[in-house]
């Protein structure tokens, strides 16, 4: 007997960025509520998404996960003046460090899965390759899918858990995998649902990060 076609909602947002985070919280909260989640990933760089969504989840039981970038990293882009600026990138306030650590709010911290090692001239055609793939979905698809490898090689998420992992304009529900076994035929992780993400890639086709230290 063949199972009936399933029918979802997928949310989308008119461009990408912050501004679309409250709707991406309160949308993964009830996809989580609806198919009895228990673990959020959030892919977060100062920690703004998960102190917003301490208030949103205040009456679940659902576990928040942070997940952020090396503490204190610096990134630079351009501004729009064609100027050159630097980013400090990871939860790089203590009192909000200190604020998700009393709520049992775990942040995760660590190289990113598909960051290059920075010699100049020379690139990893492969991470490139990954990146350039998912970037045709917007940013957020990719922070999604690399919190997810953060999170199962810390152990916060066992290899093949489904859970809801987000950023600001997007979020997935997919399976845990770690960063050798991605594209495993067996092990590897798999994309379930799409929750919410940007319609319009107004970001990826303006902003130019130029490198991280």
């Known amino acids: 007997m063949e199972k009936p076609i399933l029918s979802k909602e997928t949310y989308y947002f008119e461009q990408q960025g912050k501004l679309n985070m409250e709707n991406t919280i309160m949308a993964v909260k009830k996809r989580a509520v609806e198919e009895g989640l ?4 959030m892919f977060t760089s100062e920690g703004e998404g998960p102190m917003l969504a301490l208030k949103i989840f205040s009456e679940t039981e659902i ?4 997940v952020t970038f090396p503490y204190r990293q610096v990134a630079h882009e351009k501004t729009k003046d064609g100027e050159k600026r630097s980013i400090i990138l990871g939860i790089s306030d203590d ?3 200190e604020v998700l650590k009393n709520r049992d709010i775990k942040i995760i ?5 598909f960051q290059d090692i920075i010699i100049p001239g020379a690139k990893d055609i492969k991470l490139e390759t990954i990146k350039n793939t998912l970037s045709l979905f917007g940013t957020g698809l990719q922070l999604c899918i690399e919190a997810i490898i953060m999170a199962c090689e810390y152990g916060a998420v066992e290899q093949g858990e489904e859970v809801i992992s987000m950023a ?33 890639l107004n970001i ?5 990060l130029l490198d991280v230290d």
């Open 95 to 97: 009192e909000k460090r």
């Open 168 to 200: 600001a304009d997007t979020a997935i529900i997919a399976t845990g995998s770690l960063k050798s076994l991605l594209f495993s035929p067996i092990d590897g992780m798999e994309i379930r649902e799409i929750i919410c993400k940007p319609r319009y």
């Open 109 to 113: 911290q660590g190289v990113m899965p």
């Open 38 to 41: 228990k673990k959020v990933l």
């Open 63 to 66: 576990e928040l996960i942070a």
């Open 204 to 208: 990826n086709r303006k902003r130019e």
